[in-house]
């Protein structure tokens, strides 16, 4: 029984033996197996980056487990050095093929300064890289630049870098590409030297956060900037607040183009200058471009917004005294401002962008254009304008403070046939186009003219150009209680009114409660005023009228 259970032990731990035994070689050959492919990797990867930079493998010691290798990157005449560590195979790293440690090394002599780099950088590496290879093909790579503090001291100028770190992930076979980077933060201190006084101009940039997310046929990606100004130690300075820009894209399956939207903001933007007594301030910037595809066409529309813009200067202040107006700044509510180009054949559009691509490619082999754009539009021509193709402008205006607002539409259209050697703008071209303007508006934009008038009064009222120019910026110098200002606002004021006046008798605008509308459109070579037949030539005849029947436009 006791040599039976002896037998059966020995057999036991024979058989675990060779177990142990085949598992290690299998292990040890798919380690090789893997730092093999790692190492045919690690240098095609180092050739295929040619086109940004000459890299060369200068070593690569491979054992079982592991390897070393250093790599010198030349970005034009500076060579970087890189130091690899290299773990690979299951009992090294596990859950992956291999993963790869590097760090950017000091150069033996960096522009001249290799003992400031150390003192700047201290015992931290520049950059780090670690890398994971996934037995799939896949590799993510995280990173991290170091920040530093140093002064140039020949450019005059002191920096403060906290770094950077992100991370970044690609699919097998580069399938697809996601990551992101940040920064904490950069600031800049210059000293520039003029007549004999020096200037401090500061540059500071928050956190700043870039991502991306893309494959081969769609793309998304963002950059966040929450502050970033830019000053003069002199009172100029400009600030920004809360930057972004996103875009987000898809490739056309048919065509060689892509599809989405760039969209870019600024929260807050304001620019100062103390010496000029002046401040701008734009809240909400929003400009968007979108590009559609339906069907056979595409659509280009293009369109900025912000909510409020307001510039407050000694000339904002005089003006705003000019009618007793309770603000002293100028201010733009709810501008927008949009622009579309509808109907583009895509397949002519297609067409056309790979021409101009391949006549680009030509000029920059060195030979002379094939074509010029005239012959690309009129090769393509037909295709386009078989679609019918229109551009438009819609959602556009703006509202000013204490004066109402104005909105703009128009639209022009080709609805002709496609051959554009029969092209007739009478009948081929169709238009739309409709103002509506609160009444007081007109005023307030011809009141900036007095402006120029007032400047004319205080040269002819003082002995000398420098007096002159220090009593321009003061809005109590020639005040609007002024004789000859009050006269001159009262004949402005004058001038809207019949200009008005004018306008309705003839029919060319028309009164709805307090707003002015103005309706145009020409169709099928006919052309309508506010609904109503008009004639060209009346119109004409009329303008040249309309300016002998108004009063003086104001002068000195």
């Avoid at 780099?117 to 037995?135: C, E, H, K, M, Y």
């Avoid at 140039?152 to 097998?172: D, F, I, N, P, S």
């Avoid at 703008?425 to 007081?440: H, N, Q, V």
């Avoid at 007109?442 to 009141?447: D, E, G, I």
Wanted: aromatic share 8%.
């Amino acid at each position: 029984m006791l040599d039976r259970t002896g037998k059966d032990m020995r057999k036991a731990l024979k058989v675990s033996l060779v177990t142990v035994g085949v598992v290690a070689v299998v292990l040890v050959g798919v380690s090789y197996w893997s730092g093999s492919r790692i190492e045919e990797a690690f240098r095609a990867r180092a050739a295929e980056a040619a086109p940004f930079a000459a890299v060369e493998v200068l070593e690569y010691e491979r054992g079982l487990f592991g390897a070393r290798a250093k790599t010198v990157w030349k970005l034009k005449d500076t060579p970087l050095t890189f130091a690899h560590d290299i773990r690979h195979g299951s009992l090294a790293v596990p859950f992956a093929m291999g993963r790869i440690h590097s760090e950017l090394l000091y150069p033996d002599n960096f522009a001249g300064q290799k003992e400031k780099v150390r003192a700047t950088f201290g015992d931290q590496a520049p950059l780090v890289v670690d890398s994971n290879i996934a037995w799939g093909g896949g590799h993510q790579h995280r990173f991290k630049v170091a920040g530093y503090d140093d002064v140039w001291e020949k450019q005059k100028l002191t920096v403060h870098w906290e770094g950077a770190e992100g991370e970044v992930a690609v699919g097998a076979d580069r399938c697809c590409l996601k990551g992101h980077i940040s920064f904490p933060g950069l600031a800049l201190d210059a000293i520039s030297s003029k007549d004999n006084t020096e200037q401090v101009f500061r540059v500071k940039i928050g956190r700043a956060t870039f991502t991306l997310d893309g494959t081969r046929s769609k793309l998304k990606a963002g950059v966040e900037l929450p502050l970033v100004s830019a000053s003069y130690d002199n009172g100029i300075g400009l600030y920004l607040e809360n930057l972004n820009l996103n875009l987000e894209g898809a490739r056309s399956a048919q065509y060689r183009y892509w599809t989405g939207n760039i969209d870019f903001g600024v929260g807050k933007a304001a620019l100062e200058s103390e010496a000029h007594k002046m401040k701008l301030v734009v809240d909400n910037y929003r400009e968007t471009l979108q590009l559609t595809e339906e069907g056979p066409v595409l659509n280009l529309w293009h369109g900025l917004s912000l909510d409020r813009v307001s510039l407050d200067s000694p000339a904002t202040v005089w003006l705003a005294a000019v009618d007793h107006a309770p603000a002293s700044a100028l201010a733009v509510d709810k501008l927008k401002l949009g622009i579309a180009f509808e109907n583009l054949d895509a397949e002519a559009t297609d067409s056309l962008i790979g021409a101009i691509i391949k006549d680009m490619e030509h000029k920059a082999s060195g030979a002379d254009a094939r074509k010029s754009g005239a012959d690309w539009a009129m090769k393509y021509a037909k295709k386009l304008l078989s679609r019918q193709p229109a551009v438009a402008i819609r959602e556009t205006g703006f509202g000013l403070d204490g004066a109402g607002d104005i909105r703009l539409d128009a639209r022009l259209a080709y609805v002709g046939g496609d051959n554009p050697a029969r092209f007739n703008p009478l009948t081929d071209i169709a238009s739309d186009l409709r103002i509506e303007m609160s009444r007081p508006l007109l005023f307030q934009a011809l009141k900036p003219a007095l402006i120029p008038l007032r400047m004319d009064i205080i040269r002819e009222r003082t002995a000398d150009e420098d007096t002159a120019a220090a009593l321009m910026a003061n809005p109590d110098a020639i005040t609007p209680d002024d004789v000859e200002i009050q006269q001159l606002t009262l004949e402005l004021k004058n001038f809207a009114d019949q200009l008005l006046v004018v306008l309705i008798t003839k029919g060319w605008v028309e009164e709805q409660g307090d707003k002015l509308q103005l309706s145009v459109r020409h169709a099928e070579g006919k052309l309508s005023l506010n609904g109503k037949p008009a004639d060209v030539n009346n119109i004409v005849s009329g303008a040249a009228e309309l300016w002998t029947s108004l009063p003086g436009w104001p002068r000195r």
